[in-house]
């Protein structure tokens, strides 16, 4: 089975410094996606970016961007220029090719100091 | 254009009632999910269904849990009967069929079994 794991339960970054939070899964497969999403106070669960493992080049998504190390399963978010709205839990999930069910990690909670 | 549409946004009933939790996916959307979110568990996939068939309930809880999707376009979570440890909050999910689209995400149901 595979499985995500967020080892950071919770991160505080200064606003406007840099942050990055970790991820790494577990799989047998070489054919799979990745993914982050963000869920502020309001709940709402937001896509932030999202990789797809035959791709070598990282994802970036304006502050947002990804380092992806296949290898050895790690999928970590570097966040820049962290803003107060950047403060979320922030999950990792996996998601194998031609399959739906999609793992979410533990969660990650960021917190933005001003 | 509209999000997944969940009803209703809170929910607070007596152990034993009956509960029903709905979602109308993204229009076009050929993939539903319900997820249930807690702090003790974090998020857990409980059923999906791909173009309105059930592919994988193995996430159900038990026998009180049931879902269905009778068209394209809506879908219910029941409960019946509740109990306090199904308080919880529930989120519906859509994406088309294909791996490396995201899962799209409700605002959640907040649910509180007293």
């Known amino acids: 089975a595979q499985t995500v794991t967020q080892s950071q339960p919770e991160m505080s970054v200064q606003e406007a410094e840099t942050v990055t939070l970790s991820c790494t899964y577990d799989?047998?497969?070489?054919?799979?996606?990745l993914f982050w999403y963000k869920q502020p106070p309001s709940r709402q669960m937001i896509l932030v970016i999202r990789q797809e493992a035959y791709k070598q080049q990282n994802a970036t998504e304006n502050r947002f961007s990804v380092n992806f190390q296949k290898a050895a399963k790690s999928f970590s978010l570097k966040i820049s220029d962290s803003q107060l709205g950047d403060a979320a839990m922030y999950f990792c999930?996996?998601?194998?090719?031609?399959?739906?069910?999609?793992?979410f990690g533990a969660g990650t909670r960021l917190t933005v100091k001003p | 254009d509209a999000g997944v549409i969940q009803s209703p946004r809170h929910e607070v009933t007596e152990m034993g009632q009956e509960v029903t939790l709905r979602c109308k996916p993204i229009s076009g959307h050929n993939s539903l999910f319900w997820y249930r979110q807690t702090m003790m568990r974090g998020l857990e996939l409980l059923i999906y269904f791909n173009n309105n068939v059930p592919i994988d309930d193995s996430g159900m809880p038990e026998d009180r849990f049931s879902a269905k999707m009778p068209n394209a376009s809506f879908s219910t979570l029941k409960i019946q009967p509740s109990e306090p440890r199904d308080s919880a909050v529930y989120f519906c999910?859509?994406?088309?069929?294909?791996?490396?689209?995201?899962?799209?995400f409700g605002d959640g149901t907040r649910l509180s079994i007293l």
């Open positions: 799989t047998s497969e070489s054919d799979y996606y």
């Open positions: 999930a996996y998601r194998k090719s031609g399959n739906n069910d999609m793992r």
């Open positions: 999910a859509s994406s088309l069929n294909q791996g490396w689209q995201p899962q799209h």
